[in-house]
């Protein structure tokens, strides 16, 4: 089964376009990577993708649903979400409670309960924190849960921000860049959480430079260039595409 | 310091100097030696309640608002309209004012509320205008720039004009006030709400509807802003434009910013401030506002927190060296006692 189903899709932005008549699948359950040099078009399809751009043209569906028209919040609630490039942070608050406000979709939020501090209310917050503190521990940052996201290390930044997307309980999540900055043991734990999400029944679109990373995870390769799709397949066939050693290393 | 350990959400949470702070208001009248200081609390708590929304809606959702003395000013006309003109029993009336202007502000702040930071100042700017143009001008209705007389509250037909119940009914109104918005903010819902002020990518992210949330919020400020301001004219007995003026609005936004955005604490100490601390600067006669200018630009470069932040660093400092007095202690007794058994 298709997790997602993009056809022909394009965003231009004035004269340049930045993702042009792409079609791309991916399966459920499955991890895809999305590769492509500088300026491929990349983060701009995960944009389009996830809600912040409307794509000019062309057609999203999401487990059979079509996305075009859903504004950004609302793909999320359909358990399409992502991160993204730069680390995308609540400042003030630490680490366990941006995490929390990932559980934002699977708590009461109406007002007049949260207002008087109904039973619901006072019920959830203490399991919900258990529930952040879980997955915390579950990726390996639990240590650092009291702490302010400006005190600790960048892993654990970009380990904090999957968890926080995971309370979301997502079907499908969207990693833009996902190791890009980490040492080699971050990288190591990033590659494992993502494994492990795949075995979980989620699917994952990856975009990422490191290719050593994208060789041993992803199981299809997308490669993207001048927001055209370049090639696809297996990391084996992309390995040896003669389209894409060109498009990385000139020929 | 210690107080970066914890999130924004713990450290203001107000709930563990809540009661300190309710027994503090109860007794303050022991203080008060005539009507004046009463009356000055009186106003001052009902001007924190409305304060207190504002707070809420700027401190902590980032959405900055001019107008909320308009609304302020509108809700105390609307009671004094509908009990004076209509002779509407008054408890009705602040019922019906707080609802319409809850409604009136959703129909016009719902298409302005997609603006951001500066655009959305101006915009709510203009509204206040508006509304305080409407009001200075439909003489017929709101007397005009003189203002009107508002009848006493009274409750089946018994006026209540005694301080007690004044002070204490403002005191009550604030208390529940709080503990709602504390509530409020320490649920999921106010972590959302903190979220779009920090970075409104997560909270879209994240399924988190910014809209509807930053309207709910300005809905709740303004409902406290309008139920205090009727209470407000039921208990001055007259309210004249110049309740709903800019200047009114500015007043409730400085209470906010000068007591401590992001702290409900902060709220009471800001509407204590303004309302109170001129009178102590009468003194001075004309450089009254001079006076008061500077205080407020002195607290503004030292504190841009607020007063509440000095007040934290104050506590803060203290609770420190007391607890590494108690420390030092505890380590002369553990090294005495590692000692007595090194004997």
Redesign the interface.
């Known amino acids: 089964m298709d997790a997602l189903k993009v056809e022909n899709l394009s965003k231009h932005f004035g004269g340049l376009k930045a993702i042009h008549n792409f079609s791309m699948t991916v399966a459920a359950g499955s991890i895809h990577a999305l590769i492509g040099p500088n300026g491929a078009g990349k983060t701009t399809l995960v944009n389009c993708l996830?809600?912040?751009f409307f794509a000019d043209k062309g057609s999203i569906r999401f487990y059979n649903q079509s996305l075009e028209s859903l504004?950004?919040?609302?793909r999320?609630?359909l358990g399409l979400?992502?991160?993204?490039q730069n680390l995308?942070?609540?400042?003030?608050?630490?680490i366990?409670?941006n995490v929390?406000?990932?559980?934002?979709?699977s708590?009461?939020?109406?007002?007049s309960?949260?207002?008087?501090?109904s039973s619901k209310?006072a019920q959830?917050?203490p399991r919900?924190k258990q529930e952040a503190l879980a997955l915390l521990a579950e990726l390996g940052i639990a240590d650092y849960a009291?702490?302010?996201v400006t005190?600790v290390p960048y892993g654990v930044l970009k380990k904090m921000e999957i968890a926080?997307?995971l309370a979301?309980s997502p079907k499908m999540l969207l990693l833009d860049e996902p190791v890009a900055g980490l040492n080699h043991k971050e990288t190591d734990d990033i590659m494992a959480i993502i494994e492990n999400l795949a075995m979980k029944g989620k699917a994952v679109l990856f975009i990422e430079h490191d290719m050593k990373c994208v060789m041993r995870l992803a199981q299809k390769i997308t490669v993207m260039n001048f927001g055209e799709k370049l090639a696809e397949g297996s990391p084996q066939d992309i390995r040896q595409n003669d389209k894409v050693i060109a498009a990385y290393f000139g020929k | 310091m210690n107080k970066n350990r914890l999130g924004l959400l713990q450290r203001f949470n107000i709930k563990r100097h809540f009661l300190f702070f309710a027994i503090f208001l109860l007794a303050l009248p022991v203080v008060f030696q005539n009507n004046f200081h009463f009356d000055l609390a009186t106003i001052w708590l009902l001007s924190a309640t409305a304060c207190l929304g504002l707070n809420v809606l700027v401190g902590y959702a980032g959405q900055i608002s001019l107008a909320h003395g308009a609304f302020w000013g509108l809700g105390g006309y609307t009671s004094a309209i509908l009990a004076t003109r209509y002779n509407l029993p008054p408890l009705l009336c602040i019922v019906l004012s707080t609802f319409f202007v809850c409604v009136l502000s959703y129909v016009i702040t719902r298409p302005i509320l997609k603006l951001r930071g500066h655009y959305l100042a101006l915009a709510t700017l203009a509204i206040g205008i508006i509304i305080y143009l409407v009001l200075r001008n439909e003489s017929d209705f709101t007397g005009g720039p003189d203002g009107m007389k508002v009848v006493a509250l009274s409750v089946l037909g018994r006026p209540l004009k005694n301080v007690f119940f004044w002070y204490y009914l403002a005191t009550s109104i604030l208390l529940l006030c709080m503990w709602m918005a504390n509530n409020l903010l320490a649920s999921s819902f106010g972590r959302a709400l903190m979220s779009i002020n920090e970075n409104e990518f997560v909270s879209f992210s994240l399924g988190i509807n910014s809209e509807t949330m930053k309207a709910f919020v300005f809905q709740f400020s303004v409902f406290l802003a309008a139920f205090s301001g009727s209470l407000y004219a039921f208990y001055a007995g007259f309210i004249s434009p110049s309740d709903a003026s800019f200047l009114s609005s500015l007043e409730f936004l400085i209470m906010a910013v000068l007591g401590g955005l992001g702290s409900l604490y902060g709220s009471v100490l800001g509407a204590a401030f303004v309302i109170i601390l001129p009178q102590f600067l009468l003194f001075f006669n004309e450089y009254k506002s001079l006076l008061l200018g500077l205080i407020i630009v002195l607290v503004m470069m030292f504190a841009p927190g607020g007063m509440v932040s000095i007040i934290e660093i104050l506590f803060f400092s203290l609770y420190n060296k007391i607890k590494s007095k108690a420390d030092t202690g505890a380590d002369a007794k553990a090294k005495k006692k590692h000692g007595n058994k090194n004997l």
């Open positions: 996830s809600g912040l504004a950004f919040y609302q999320a609630r979400v992502r991160t993204f995308e942070l609540c400042q003030h608050l630490n366990l409670e929390l406000l990932g559980f934002y979709l708590l009461e939020n109406s007002l309960a949260s207002l008087f501090f209310i959830q917050e919900v009291k702490q302010l005190e926080r997307i979301a």
